[in-house]
């Protein structure tokens, strides 16, 4: 998914795409179960990912937004 990623981030970019896509066709964002601020991180920037095809970067990373 993204290259050069660690397999822990992918796991849970993995996980954060699939509760953003049950939460879409549900229509109940309230469906996310955030657990912690990194957990809410990667929640909207998997969201971002899926709707808008944005990746969110962290402060020190070079790409395009």
Do not use: C, K, Q, T
Request: hydrophobic content about 50%; charged content about 30%.
């Amino acid at each position: 998914m993204l290259p050069g990623a660690s397999r822990g981030r992918r796991v849970l970019l993995n996980w954060a795409l699939g509760l953003s896509v049950m939460a879409e066709e549900r229509m109940r964002p309230d469906e996310l179960m955030i657990l912690d601020r990194e957990h809410f991180r990667v929640a909207v920037g998997a969201l971002l990912i899926r709707r808008y095809g944005l990746r969110v970067l962290r402060s020190g990373e070079e790409g395009v937004l």
